[in-house]
């Protein structure tokens, strides 16, 4: 079965102190992967796209990375607003929809 | 420009009663996605229109839920005879094409079915 999964399932981090969120996935033919900001009350915010290995793209103080197995979210010494959920999710092979990960839950202490 | 919207935002629903979901998405976009989430997990994938034809309904998890999309834009979830079990928050994206667009997703609708 295609799966996604997300870890850890929370992260508490002081204010300038950077980390990395891990997605790994077990689907055949990956499309593409997506990292996506959600904050409470509110619907998901598109972040990223990344279609094959070894692709990265930045914004901000966020880079997501690409591998065969995995994508990682790196956030480089975070603010108090980066505070939210992360989710990550994929597009397989012959289909429209995407995959989600059940989200980390990031919170940043001033 | 303006982002995909939803109406209502909050929902309460007695046990049996129907309920209908508003969605709109981003002007020119031609596809459009239901998802539905659970407190605290990611979105889980409902139905997918291209234009006005629903071209998969596999993650509907029964048949009293149902969407249209009847001219390719707006589009309504439906769901009938609502249980405690669906409650929820329905999120609605959409996308400028299929496949590898990002889809983006609006503020959801939060459904409690007491």
């Known amino acids: 079965e295609d799966q996604v999964t997300q870890s850890p399932e929370a992260l508490r981090l002081q204010e300038g102190e950077s980390s990395s969120l891990n997605c790994s996935y077990t689907v055949s033919g990956l499309r593409g992967l997506f990292w996506y900001r959600q904050d409470p009350g509110k619907g998901p915010e598109f972040l990223f796209t990344?279609?094959?290995a070894g692709e990265e793209k930045e914004k901000e103080r966020l880079k997501a990375t690409l591998t065969k197995k995995e994508s990682f979210l790196h956030i480089t010494a975070p603010k108090p607003e980066d505070s939210a959920t992360y989710l990550c999710a994929g597009i397989i092979q012959g289909a429209q929809k995407l995959v989600f990960g059940q989200g980390t839950r990031l919170t940043i202490n001033p | 420009g303006a982002g995909v919207s939803q109406s209502p935002r909050y929902k309460v629903a007695k046990r049996g009663q129907d309920v209908a979901l508003r969605c709109d998405p981003i002007s020119g976009h031609v596809s459009l996605f239901w998802y539905q989430q659970a407190l605290g997990q990611g979105p889980e994938f409902l139905t997918y229109f291209q234009n006005e034809a629903q071209l998969d309904k596999s993650g509907l998890p029964s048949d009293r839920f149902f969407a249209e999309r009847p001219e390719g834009s707006v589009s309504t979830l439906k769901i009938q005879r609502t249980q405690q079990e669906d409650s929820a928050v329905y999120l609605c994206a959409s996308s400028w094409t299929s496949g590898r667009s990002e889809q983006y997703f609006g503020p959801g609708t939060r459904l409690t079915v007491t």
């Open positions: 990344l279609y094959s």
